[in-house]
């Protein structure tokens, strides 16, 4: 792209508001000096994080409002107040006007969902979006999705994240022909899970250019087994926290076990290289960044309690779905998908 | 109890048969003198096995079949090809009878329980059985269930769940008065989940001896921030699976790490016992052992790659799940909670 990519900020979202949204700016910028940012919230605030950062200043412009959306607020709660008048709404509204080509907050998940869902609206051939995450694995990077957008899809919902997934894995992680698995259980005979078992029947037969490899487990995800994978928002969110908790849970056993002895403590100053790598992997800021797909607009979400560092690695994923066009390659899969399936369509025309 | 425990043994299930589960079996009993074994299977295998074990041989009668329920068999396969004469169905039998206190097996989990419900049936006042197991956490172990058994279970059924853990937490846990807390998510306002919320509202006005705390996510789980995380099937089945897969993650990143440099390879072999320290701690075999609650008789199901040590671990929670009466105190607590829902139990009693 020649134009400048233009990013909107809620410069309020997030457990430290503009101290680090703005920081995280100006970190971004250093990489891709052409970008241009829609800084939204509380000018006074932002003006004085702005002082420390001459060069951001310079292709900012500030747009006051005195409305934040709170991070324990109820979506109800954030769009009764919220809607029209707070950095967040003001934020999605740049991208809906077109006066932005992504926006990027680190407010809470549920109310930046709600609104983004109001203001941007969910695309052509979409029924419900969805969260979609880069998630690290044995073998590299997969995307996963849903993370907590939507509870209990419907097979034709499933193959619609099928696609978004496989579109952002070309944008993001670079690869051609991404491999994508429907997440399922093993243990009993498949049963009440009609919806997997249809979605896996309809991404075969759909003739779209995906590389399906099936079902897949729980531990899957881990192995990298397939590049995205894909599954409903309740047990997407709950693998993503499950996975989150035990890392932690690990490090927490390594830490006490490294402080159990004078021996131990030495082979643990010795082996700093490696601990410090191994918390580089976990690391979250680095695969930080939620994207919403499915809805006319791009809109990353970043982790609530991140640092500058991790609010750069967000927009820094965003940049890579606007280079790639994400939005047109999933509405032309999609639209390719519909023409496929003639009934799940004249239902949705209905 | 000053009667003998008696257990029913599936010596062919697992992925090694008579091999391991005669092993298990004499490893079980140097802890506990007093056993006595019901060994099904082919008894030539068996009785190769039990030469190496004089002390078991003395405790142990030999049930011989020729069937077995193989590893890659489908619940309806098994039940067509093993009902009433595989060794997975008549250690079954064996409790159903009375001639045992528990049956376990390392056969495949679908298999087993379809078994399982053929054969004993599901307890009175309880619609569909669930898995258990315990999970290891930052503050001890936890009771997780269900782990696959039942996808997609209702209110009730839920609260079943909670009783049967609970009762659980006591058995094997020791624990008192256990946390019970409902597996749920936090992203979305809560939609879709009704009976999760349902299930949250039963257990309040049960008027049961449960500690109930209400929500939990998946990262609360490897914190232990509840002794008892109740959830369907499906999720449950995806977060076992997706820590187990997290563990093993963290593990290979963590060897790679290690073996960087020559100072992290000497780091780590000062260091190597807090790795082995790590190793214990996240052994599968400590925690092998799934527990089939809500039917009439005591079924354990151990891994199917699992070793000696993980076979007589399972069989160590079966025992404690004995000595506790654990069927007794389910059945009394699910008749209490039926007694304070008269509506459920009309409906239940139809």
Redesign the interface.
């Known amino acids: 792209m020649n134009q400048p990519i233009r990013i909107s900020v809620d410069a309020m979202g997030g457990d430290f508001g503009p101290e680090v949204t703005i920081a995280g700016c100006a970190l971004i910028l250093e990489r891709y000096p052409s970008l241009r940012f829609l800084l939204h919230g509380d000018s006074g605030a932002i003006d004085g994080e702005l002082a420390k950062f001459e060069a951001l200043k310079a292709v900012s412009s500030v747009h006051h409002t005195d409305v934040v959306v709170r991070m324990d607020d ?3 709660q954030a769009l009764r107040h919220g809607r029209r008048r707070s950095s967040m709404w003001l934020a999605l509204e740049s991208v809906r006007h077109g006066d932005a080509d992504f926006a990027v907050s680190a407010g809470n ?2 109310a930046l ?2 609104m983004a869902k109001f203001c941007l609206k969910t695309m052509a051939n979409v029924e419900r979006p969805a ?1 979609a995450a880069i998630w ?3 073998r590299g990077e997969s995307v996963v999705l849903d ?3 939507t ?2 899809a419907e097979a034709g919902q499933l193959v619609d994240f099928a696609v978004m997934g496989a579109a952002m894995a070309k944008a993001v992680l670079g690869l051609e022909n991404p491999t994508v698995g429907l ?1 399922n ?5 498949v ?3 009609d919806e997997i078992k249809t979605a896996a029947s309809l991404i075969r037969d759909s003739g779209l250019d995906i590389d399906f490899r099936g079902f897949v ?7 990298g087994t397939v590049d995205v994978v894909v ?1 409903e ?3 997407g ?14 490090s ?3 830490r006490a ?2 402080s ?2 004078l ?2 403590r ?10 410090d ?2 918390k580089a ?2 690391d979250p800021r680095r695969s930080n960044g939620g994207v919403f797909l499915g809805l006319n607009g791009i809109v990353m979400k970043s982790h609530g309690g991140t640092d500058a560092e991790g609010f750069a690695a967000s927009m820094d994923i965003g940049l890579d779905v606007v280079r790639y066009s994400l939005l047109e390659h999933i509405a032309r899969d999609l639209e390719k998908f519909r023409n496929t399936r003639p009934v799940a369509a004249a239902v949705t025309q209905e």
């Open positions: 109820k979506p109800s998940t549920g969902m709600a969260i690290p694995t044995v993370l907590g957008a509870i209990g997440l259980i093993g243990v009993e005979e049963k009440g899970l487990e729980g531990d899957d995800i881990g192995k599954t928002g309740f047990s969110n709950i693998a993503l926290k499950t996975a989150e908790g035990t890392a932690k849970q690990i927490s056993y390594l076990a490294m159990r002895s021996l131990t030495i082979g643990g100053f010795l082996a700093r290289g490696a601990f790598e191994l992997r976990l």
